[in-house]
């Protein structure tokens, strides 16, 4: 089975540039995840999805930060425009929610560097 | 007060010995809890959930909760160099379907 792919793996980019992030969580996996972390971080939820709907949008700067799923499968995120403090790791991730148990699969994330 | 608290390390041990992590977490209605470990340049992967009082085993790993005490810890018996990573605590308040993830302790397994 073919786990979280993103892409993509490396993007360096000057300040005030738009930059996308592309997601495509595991089959069936209808919990889709987007996350930041930071160097020495733990991962922040910036956004989740059920199927194509936004549950959880609080912690997403909306100013700059935007995000759709369409068709409930793929994603995209998108910074525009981009600032020095983006320099990051954005995960994403997925899940099929069971109850309590709701195991998150990971991405390899895509590594962010703004100059 | 941070939501998931950890010691960020790094913590040191001898190949062989047990390594003790420990985390805390300030929602009370807080449901689930996991670990995941992350080595340098990957993501994080899961190696245990919790959600009982108590201790579960998994192999080498056992996982223990207290509740009351808003404490959740991971004990690596026999720790070997290939240990050595990150180790993520990320918390699931009740219902919310979101983790919130500690900053993760620092794991070196030295031979």
């Known amino acids: 089975e073919a786990g979280v792919v993103q892409s993509p793996r490396y993007k360096i980019i000057e300040k005030k540039q738009p930059v996308a992030f592309w997601c495509n969580p595991i089959?069936?996996?209808?919990?889709l995840y987007w996350y930041r972390q930071n160097l020495g971080q733990g991962p922040e939820l910036l956004i989740r999805y059920e199927n194509e709907e936004a549950v959880d949008d609080s912690q997403l700067p909306k100013d700059r930060f935007s995000a759709e799923r369409l068709k409930g499968v793929d994603s995209t995120l998108k910074i525009q425009p981009a600032e020095l403090g983006d320099s990051a790791v954005y995960l994403c991730?997925?899940?099929?929610?069971?109850?309590?148990?709701?195991?998150?699969?990971f991405g390899p994330g895509t590594r962010l560097t703004v100059l | 007060q941070k939501e998931v608290e950890q010691n960020s390390g790094p913590l040191s041990v001898p190949e062989g010995a047990i390594a003790s992590l420990n985390c805390t977490y300030s929602?009370?209605?807080?449901?689930?809890f996991f670990w995941y470990r992350q080595y340098s340049g990957k993501s994080p992967e899961l190696i245990m959930f919790i959600y009982s009082n108590g201790d579960k085993e998994d192999g080498r790993f056992t996982a223990q909760l207290n509740k009351a005490s808003q404490y959740v810890s991971l004990l690596i018996r026999d720790s070997q160099p290939s240990d050595s990573a990150t180790y993520l605590c990320a918390v699931s308040p009740s219902n919310t379907g979101k983790l919130i993830f500690g900053q993760g302790t620092t794991l070196q397994v030295k031979p």
């Open positions: 089959s069936g996996h209808n919990t």
């Open positions: 991730a997925s899940s099929y929610p069971t109850g309590y148990y709701n195991e998150q699969f």
């Open positions: 929602d009370r209605g807080s449901q689930s």
